[in-house]
């Protein structure tokens, strides 16, 4: 089924889920997004179509429960499930990976004043990412994939507002954005909630490995915002021993 | 130039080798002997009977290791065995033997992990120099990346690892254990052409298999009391193949799937496939149809190398033991969990 | 004063002609020459009152011209103009979305839409946009945000885009005692014109 020249767009990244095109909407001044699960060759044909109409339905639907009940992420103008296609917002601003990794390089260069004030604000983003990430389980949300290149940092709009880049770091300008909901699903329960909090750590940690302190900070504004957050944080406990516990035989 | 030998019983198989190390020059392989313990069909292996079998066979192993690579005991540099991880009388047993010939042969010991013995070994055959591991075993089954003198997770099973899910659906289809379940099921699957709806759980960059076992456990378990079970589009009946097929295209997509993952990830093309399950052929060639499409490549090593043996831990050890590193006599235990990402990685930039 | 406009990523030779009016005189008579079928009546005539934003009819275009050009969708309605007024709606249910999201005899605004190929040798985007101009009567105003925003029923709006979700989360919040910031005016349109067009996008899946 070859698509319907839905692809009129720059390649921004060949992920090793979907092909993701910048492109516009309708209007030229409407920027968006344009995701494209492609056929995986080394599946079975029909485990690979199963799984990328699957992905592609569940992740458009994940979406749009989370826009509409409030948690920030794209909206969603198209989908084209047959395809695997999804066309969606596009959110202007670097993923807090891309940021995080340009504020460690960075740190080298400025004077001990200046790292300061840059802790401070990310401190700040630390504290917004675990109000945001509390605010999706509350709403019995799961990501199912949440590494900080699924977290966007996404100016807050007014007129004049620059991109954010490296030496910009007013954070207290920004959003933090969901993004990337292809595993997710809608669920109540704490066992997936607590893993869902033990990818991003697992994430958090081997991305940033000097990142501990600031992974802490997320837990700890999760657990002060999130409604359900007592009963998760002590499961995920639980999951944590999990993965060091293991029979590793053989 | 200095010389290893190195014993290895985590699980059902003993493994002794010998190994070389010379300046510049490729490792070489004086000896590599190995013999498994295999239990009845329908069974798995306990614990009392492996270590059992260990505690036979270790001696001859040995003796035998030292004939075939014309090494005398006062070439030996050290003696490496296995410190974990694995099953507790087994590694017992082995590192008994090991502190034995230590203190015999007056040779410092060097305590090993088993999961660095794989990729230590798959990196050194197969020459792949930085590539991401998929480290696939009975008990293991983890995404590796190196990074910074540590071997880190990022990607493994939440809940048992691949090679335990085949040995027990193994044992659910009465499937013989000789010379391997794995083995057995990869035989059957090139005969399997009905693929099944089974779940797929891949989360994050992990990925689970407690949800299949249970699917195919209970699927399996109706056939086989007689239900007729057929293929919805061509009204076939359902066989164990189909299901061994089913099983591994499944699992199989999720593993190479967490390990795309990992690999877009670290931004690597190169895979290293390590571990017992790692000769399936059909995981090898599934994986090196995603490297090529990435622009990259699979590395496997063949059954003397991916299944576990002792020449692996040799190699390790005496990498190890070329940075000063030695396992006092006193501190060498074994332990039954130990992670691959705690062992310091000196021998690396 | 029409607007005309194709859109990135179908074929460039359909283009979408768009009016909106106000102080509507003769929905009644619009309203009949569509029940009986009459082609010179074939136009998207769109119930102003539910839309949100200008990208709210567009996209319902869009989609109408996508599925039409897809062989292996097609319309489900008889014509895309008809078409693109089911697109408006998040449901499957066609007789329930012309009476939603088409107008009625009262309307009292209408947003008039045609759609044509225009490589066709009968094609004149003069005489199409003269035919638009005057096929309506009313004060034709600017087809924009702002003269939209003047027009929407909000409660008719969240009713059939079942939007009770709506900011579901800081509700939940507020009643457990927590201050909330108040959002702005423009980014409380924002989030509906978000869910409306999400509500669309969704129902091929509903």
């Known amino acids: 089924m070859p698509p319907l020249r839905l692809i009129d767009g720059t390649l ?16 030229p001044n409407v920027p968006c997004l344009i995701k494209v699960r492609p056929t995986k060759p080394y599946r079975h044909a029909t485990l690979d179509m199963r799984l990328t109409k699957h992905r592609c339905i569940s992740e458009a639907r994940l979406l749009n429960r989370c826009r509409s009940m409030g948690v920030l992420c794209p909206t969603v103008y198209f989908v084209d499930e047959k395809r695997g296609e999804i066309i969606m917002e596009w959110i202007e601003g670097p993923s807090v990976r891309d940021f995080l990794h340009n504020y460690i390089d960075d740190a080298s260069d400025h004077g001990k004043d200046e790292n300061k004030a840059i802790d401070v604000q990310l401190d700040a983003l630390m504290e917004n990412i675990g109000q945001t990430i509390g605010k999706l389980h509350d709403i019995d949300t799961i990501h199912g994939d949440l590494t900080t290149s699924n977290l966007m940092l996404k100016p807050r709009e007014s007129p004049g507002t620059q991109v954010l880049d490296t030496a910009d770091t007013s954070l207290a300008n920004s959003d933090v954005v969901l993004i990337d909901f292809g595993l997710g699903q809608v669920s109540s329960s704490d066992e997936d909630k607590a893993v869902d909090l033990y990818v991003l750590e697992r994430a958090f ?3 940033h490995p000097r990142a501990t302190r600031l992974f802490d900070i997320i837990i700890d504004s999760y657990k002060r915002n999130c409604l359900g957050s007592s009963v998760v944080l002590r499961r995920l406990q639980e999951v944590r021993l999990r993965g060091r516990k293991k029979s590793m035989v053989g | 130039m200095t010389i290893a030998i190195g014993l290895e019983g985590s699980a059902n198989k003993l493994g002794v080798g010998i190994i070389r190390h010379t300046p510049s020059k490729p490792a070489e392989i004086l000896s590599n002997i190995r013999h498994t313990f295999v239990s009845p069909p329908g069974e798995g292996f306990l614990p009392k009977d492996t270590a059992i079998h260990h505690r036979s066979w270790v001696v001859k192993l040995v003796k035998q290791a030292l004939k075939e690579s ?3 005991i006062r070439e030996v540099d050290c003696i490496c065995y296995t410190k974990g991880p694995g099953m507790g009388a087994p590694l017992q047993s082995v590192a008994v033997a090991a502190r034995t010939l230590a203190l015999l042969w007056d040779k410092p010991l060097v305590g090993v992990n088993h999961c660095v013995g794989h990729i230590e070994m798959g990196r050194e055959i197969t020459g792949a120099d930085n590539p991401v591991v998929l480290y696939v075993s009975g008990g293991n089954t983890q995404v590796i990346a190196y990074a910074d003198q540590r071997y880190r997770i990022f990607g493994e099973a939440l809940d048992i690892a691949i090679g335990n899910c085949l040995d027990r659906f193994a044992r659910t289809l ?10 057995n099921i990869e035989q059957m699957a090139k005969k399997g052409k009905h693929l099944i709806d089974i779940p797929y759980t891949v989360k994050g960059m992990d990925c689970s298999f407690s949800g299949i076992l249970g699917f195919i456990d209970a699927y399996a378990g109706e056939m ?14 359902i066989t164990p193949e189909d299901l061994c097929f089913s099983l591994q295209e499944t699992a199989f997509a999720m593993l190479v799937e967490i390990t795309e993952r990992a690999m877009a990830h670290v931004g690597s093309t190169q895979v290293l496939i390590v571990g017992g399950v790692g000769c399936n052929e059909r995981l090898q060639e599934m994986m090196g149809i995603m490297a090529r499409d990435r622009g990259g490549s699979v590395y496997a090593t063949d059954e003397r190398f991916c299944i576990d043996n002792g020449i692996m831990i040799a190699h390790a050890g005496l990498l190890a033991f070329q940075t000063g590193f030695t396992t006092p006599i006193d501190e060498s235990t074994c332990t039954q969990r130990f992670r691959t990402d705690e062992v310091f990685v000196k021998w690396r930039e | 004063m029409p607007t005309t406009l194709s859109v990135p990523h179908l074929p460039s030779n359909y283009r ?5 009016f106000t102080s509507v005189t003769n929905a009644a008579h619009l309203h009949s020459q569509l029940l009986a079928k009459n082609a010179e009546y074939e136009y ?3 119930e102003p009152s539910i839309l949100v934003s200008h990208l709210q009819p567009i996209s319902a275009g869009f989609r109408a011209i996508h599925d039409l050009l897809d062989p292996d969708v097609g319309l489900r309605t008889p014509n895309v103009h008809s078409e693109t007024v089911f697109s408006l709606s998040p449901t499957h249910n066609i007789t329930d979305s012309y009476r939603r999201f088409g107008i009625s005899p ?3 605004s209408v947003l008039a839409i045609k759609i044509l190929d225009t490589s066709l040798a009968s094609y004149s985007e003069s005489s199409t946009l003269e035919r638009l101009a005057s096929i309506v009567e009313g004060t034709e105003v600017n087809f924009d945000t702002k003269e939209i925003r003047k027009l929407t029923d909000l409660s008719k709006v969240k009713k059939y885009y079942k939007l009770k979700d709506l900011g579901y989360v800081d509700q939940l919040y507020k009643k457990k005692g927590r201050t909330i910031e108040e959002k702005s005016e423009e980014q409380a349109w924002r989030d509906l014109e978000g869910a409306v067009l999400g509500a669309m996008a969704l129902r091929s899946l509903v």
């Open chain 3, 106 to 108: 009262s309307s009292t």
């Open chain 3, 16 to 20: 979408l002609h768009i009016a909106l």
């Open chain 2, 70 to 72: 014309g090494v005398t």
């Open chain 1, 205 to 207: 940690l081997s991305t």
């Open chain 1, 12 to 27: 921004v990244k060949q992920g090793a889920e979907a092909h993701v095109y910048k492109s516009t909407f309708l209007y």
């Open chain 2, 174 to 183: 009465n499937i013989s254990n000789d010379p391997a379940p794995g083995y």
């Open chain 3, 44 to 46: 998207a005539f769109i």
């Open chain 2, 224 to 237: 086989l009391s007689g239900a007729e079970k057929r293929d919805p589009d061509t009204r076939e009946l």
